[in-house]
C-alpha cells in the first residue's frame, strides 16, 4: 500500500499548492485594471479583476447629448469592461492551475476509477 500513502501524499502537496496559486491568481485580479469603452472611446470604465469599477470617464461632449444615449454608452462600456474581465479571469485559470494535476504520478498498476 505503499503506492496509495504516496498517492495521498501528492494530493495534499497539489490541494496545498493549488490553494497558493488561487490565492495570488486572487491578488493578480485585484490588481488588475481593466478597461472597458463605448462610442468609439468617448466613455471609459476600469474594473478590477473582481468586477469592482475603479474609474469611469465620460467625454465632457457627451453631457451635452440626452441622457438616454449617456446612460446607454455606460452601460455598453461596462458590459465591455466586465466582458474582458471574465476573459482575464479565464486566462488567469488556464496559466496558474492549467498543468497543476498534470503532475500527479500515478503508482504502477493503479487502476481509475476503482474497480
Keep these: 500500500m505503499k503506492g496509495l500513502g504516496d498517492l495521498m501524499k501528492q494530493a495534499q502537496q497539489m490541494q496545498t499548492e493549488m490553494q497558493t496559486r488561487m490565492e495570488e ?3 493578480k485580479l485585484t490588481d488588475a485594471r481593466i478597461e472597458g469603452a ?6 471609459k470604465v476600469v474594473m478590477n479583476g473582481r468586477h469592482d469599477v475603479v474609474s469611469v ?4 461632449d457627451l453631457l451635452k447629448e ?3 444615449m449617456l446612460e446607454d454608452l455606460l452601460a455598453a462600456a461596462v458590459n465591455d469592461a466586465v466582458r474582458k474581465v471574465e476573459e482575464e ?3 488567469q485559470q488556464k496559466e496558474q492551475l492549467g498543468g497543476l494535476a498534470g503532475g500527479m504520478q500515478m503508482p504502477e498498476g493503479f487502476k481509475f476509477p476503482f474497480g
Excluded: N, S
Excluded at 38 to 43: C, I, K, L, P
Design 25 to 27: 491568481m486572487q491578488q
Design 89 to 91: 479571469v479565464q486566462k
Design 38 to 43: 463605448a462610442g468609439a472611446g468617448m466613455v
Design 57 to 60: 470617464e465620460i467625454d465632457p
Design 66 to 68: 440626452d441622457k438616454e
